[in-house]
């Protein structure tokens, strides 16, 4: 039976992308050794790392303005304290959207003042706020773009002279933006890129070099920069399968093309949610991420049933995370129509048998 895995993340891959990463595990190039097992510092490998920083610029559109392109280790988390350790000198604007922001601004108090422009945890972050005013001389505003556990997504970016950071780490490559609007984004591989381990980062040169605390080698993105993100060993396989899916993100057309069915999935999940009277959205509808769709059964009496009617149709991964319960749909770029229409053939099954 043919799975459908709506998992959160480590998530959905290309499944060309699985063949060619598992080729590689036993004989990278036919040079009868793993991709696992050469050298970092091999031409393989150095190649590897270049096609892999070339094309995250390229299919984000920041070729030559003056971008580098990183691939990092500590996850998302870690540049939660990266951002501010090589920019915050002295006050910061962070926008709250939900549980990633929340451990953002955390790390951020470590170094300096954290104003918190906007929040929506008054509804347990079930919306992004809207007019807010931004304050003057802040070092630079962050934001998370889509927020997984929750199911929101920021559609209008705030507009300031200051530098724009942007997590984006679930929605990465997943729909056009104007993405030169940002100094900073950083995304965990694992949603739309590759498996759990490497932190794409892609910043603008010209923001660095600000501050006057003394930075960390591991944590200064100039140093990254500066060694073409081989500082220490990268975490190759991660990178790899990454370069991958870059390419096959490519060849399918590139971000316009992936953004078109995006929309399509998204459009056939929540349209089931709105006219099945068993469901309800926990996003407001302005706000809904095409990425993750959240949703709860209105009478919990019908779990049971709807969880083995999943199971039975091979569907994976569904549950919502439990500080919000019910269900989430994560439809990351990978993610097929067919499979969405599948969840939704058992969302309209159970309609009929309730």
Same mark, same amino acid.
Not at 121 to 146: E, M, Q, R, V, W
């Given at each position: 039976? /043919?799975?459908?895995?709506?998992? *959160?993340? #480590?998530? $959905?891959? !290309?499944?060309?992308?699985?063949?060619?990463?598992?080729?590689? $595990? &036993?004989?990278?190039?036919?040079?009868?050794?793993? $991709?696992?097992?050469?050298?970092?510092?091999?031409?393989?490998?150095?190649?590897?790392?270049?096609?892999?920083?070339?094309?995250?610029?390229? &299919?984000?559109?920041?070729?030559?303005?003056?971008?580098?392109?990183?691939?990092?280790?500590?996850?998302?988390?870690?540049?939660? &304290?990266?951002?501010?350790?090589?920019?915050?000198?002295?006050? *910061?604007?962070?926008?709250?959207?939900?549980? +990633?922001?929340?451990?953002? $601004?955390?790390?951020?108090?470590?170094?300096?003042?954290?104003?918190?422009?906007?929040?929506?945890?008054?509804?347990?972050?079930?919306?992004?706020? /809207?007019?807010?005013?931004?304050? /003057?001389?802040?070092?630079?505003?962050?934001?998370?773009?889509?927020?997984?556990?929750?199911?929101?997504?920021?559609?209008?970016? #705030?507009?300031?002279?200051?530098?724009?950071?942007?997590?984006?780490?679930?929605?990465?490559?997943?729909?056009?933006?104007?993405?030169?609007?940002?100094?900073?984004?950083?995304?965990?591989?694992?949603?739309?890129?590759?498996?759990?381990?490497?932190?794409?980062?892609?910043?603008?040169?010209?923001?660095?070099?600000?501050?006057?605390?003394?930075?960390?080698?591991?944590?200064?993105?100039?140093?990254?920069?500066?060694?073409?993100?081989?500082?220490? %060993?990268?975490?190759?396989?991660?990178? =790899? %399968?990454?370069?991958?899916?870059?390419? +096959?993100?490519?060849?399918?057309?590139?971000?316009?093309?992936?953004?078109?069915?995006?929309?399509?999935?998204?459009?056939?999940? =929540?349209?089931?949610?709105? &006219?099945? !009277?068993?469901?309800?959205?926990?996003?407001?509808?302005?706000?809904?991420?095409?990425?993750?769709?959240?949703?709860?059964?209105?009478?919990?009496?019908?779990?049971? %049933?709807?969880?083995?009617?999943?199971?039975?149709?091979?569907?994976?991964?569904?549950?919502?995370?439990?500080?919000?319960?019910?269900?989430?749909?994560?439809?990351?770029?990978?993610?097929?129509?067919?499979?969405?229409?599948?969840?939704?053939?058992?969302?309209?099954?159970?309609?009929?048998?309730?």
């Amino acid at each position: 039976m /043919k799975k459908h895995n709506f998992s *959160a993340g #480590p998530c $959905i891959l !290309p499944q060309e992308v699985f063949k060619e990463a598992s080729e590689a $595990i &036993l004989n990278y190039n036919d040079s009868g050794l793993s $991709i696992i097992e050469i050298s970092h510092r091999s031409k393989d490998f150095v190649d590897v790392m270049e096609e892999a920083r070339s094309l995250a610029l390229e &299919l984000l559109g920041l070729e030559g303005k003056g971008y580098k392109a990183l691939f990092l280790q500590g996850g998302a988390s870690m540049q939660f &304290l990266s951002v501010a350790y090589n920019l915050l000198q002295s006050k *910061a604007g962070y926008i709250n959207t939900g549980s +990633w922001s929340d451990k953002a $601004i955390k790390e951020a108090k470590l170094f300096g003042e954290v104003v918190e422009i906007a929040s929506s945890k008054d509804a347990n972050f079930n919306y992004i706020p /809207k007019g807010y005013t931004i304050p /003057k001389n802040l070092d630079y505003i962050h934001c998370t773009s889509n927020n997984t556990i929750f199911g929101t997504q920021i559609k209008d970016f #705030p507009v300031s002279e200051a530098p724009l950071i942007c997590d984006m780490s679930s929605d990465i490559f997943s729909r056009q933006l104007d993405f030169s609007k940002f100094s900073l984004i950083y995304a965990g591989a694992q949603k739309n890129m590759g498996p759990a381990g490497t932190t794409l980062v892609v910043i603008k040169e010209d923001i660095l070099g600000k501050i006057e605390r003394q930075i960390p080698s591991m944590l200064d993105y100039k140093v990254h920069i500066s060694k073409g993100s081989m500082f220490n %060993t990268p975490p190759v396989f991660a990178v =790899y %399968t990454s370069m991958l899916t870059l390419k +096959w993100l490519k060849k399918f057309g590139g971000v316009e093309a992936i953004e078109e069915r995006n929309e399509k999935k998204a459009k056939l999940i =929540y349209s089931e949610v709105d &006219l099945n !009277p068993l469901f309800k959205g926990f996003a407001v509808k302005e706000d809904r991420s095409t990425m993750n769709a959240t949703f709860t059964l209105i009478n919990e009496d019908l779990k049971e %049933t709807f969880d083995a009617m999943c199971t039975e149709a091979g569907i994976n991964g569904v549950n919502g995370h439990r500080s919000v319960g019910g269900y989430r749909a994560s439809m990351y770029n990978a993610m097929t129509l067919e499979s969405v229409a599948t969840l939704v053939d058992v969302m309209s099954d159970l309609e009929r048998k309730a």
